[in-house]
Structures are given as C-alpha cells and as structure tokens.
Nanobody, 126 residues
Framework: EGQLVESGGGAVQPGGSLRLSCEASGFPFEKHDMTWVRQAPGKEPEWVGAIDRDFEEYYSESVKGRFTISRDNAKKMVYLEMSSLKPEDTAVYYC????????????????????WGQGTQVTVSS
C-alpha cells in the first residue's frame, strides 16, 4: 500500500528558511505528480505547488519566488524548500501524490489525490 511520510517541519523566525521532505513508498513514484498542500488553523486547505512526473514545477501566487519544489526519483523523495518565510506561512504541510494524467491538479482537496501524507507542522513566529 502506498505511503507518504513528511519530515522537516518546525519553528522558524520570519525571514527564515526551512526544508520539508516527503518520502514515498509502495507505489510507482516516478509516474506520479507530487504536490504540497498546507492548512492553517481554521482555514481550508491551500494548494502550495507541485512538480509533475516530467519535473515541471508549478506554484501558487502566494509562494512563487520564495518556495521551490524538487524531486529525486531514485530516492523516491520530494522536497519543499521554503525561504523568506512569513507568519502567514504557518500551517500543517501535506505531501500528496496523483498519477499523472496530463495536467497537474492545482487543488487542496484531499479527494483529488491518490496518496496523502500525515503532515508536518511549520510555525513562523518571532
């Protein structure tokens, strides 16, 4: 059975950086588009960005230029490099996977994805 496990969350001051990792297992990782979704307390899940099976990257306007997504198919890992962090970036960050069907799904709804991690907390505060 497929599984995604996130790590790397924590507390950081505004303007700081953090790198999240997501390890995949139990499914053909190289055939899947990989996405990061975040959910702040009391808010709906927000799509952060994605990297498709062909390594094309996509980002929401709120993180473009500050966040970078990468993947390593040999290690079955996907990463989210976050810099210039703001308090509004505080959220639980989830890694999600969806079999590539031609276009990346830019949505935060868990139902869009075939695989979903347990999440890792990121807190940006002074």
């Amino acid at each position: 059975e497929g599984q995604l496990v996130e790590s790397g969350g924590g507390a950081v001051q505004p303007g700081g950086s953090l790198r999240l990792s997501c390890e995949a297992s139990g499914f053909p990782f190289e055939k899947h588009d990989m996405t990061w979704v975040r959910q702040a307390p009391g808010k709906e899940p927000e799509w952060v960005g994605a990297i498709d099976r062909d390594f094309e990257e996509y980002y929401s306007e709120s993180v473009k230029g500050r966040f970078t997504i990468s993947r390593d198919n040999a290690k079955k890992m996907v990463y989210l490099e976050m810099s210039s962090l703001k308090p509004e970036d505080t959220a639980v960050y989830y890694c999600a996977g969806r079999l590539h069907i031609g276009t990346v799904v830019a949505g935060g709804n868990r139902a869009y994805y075939h695989y979903w991690g347990q999440g890792t907390q990121v807190t940006v505060s002074s």
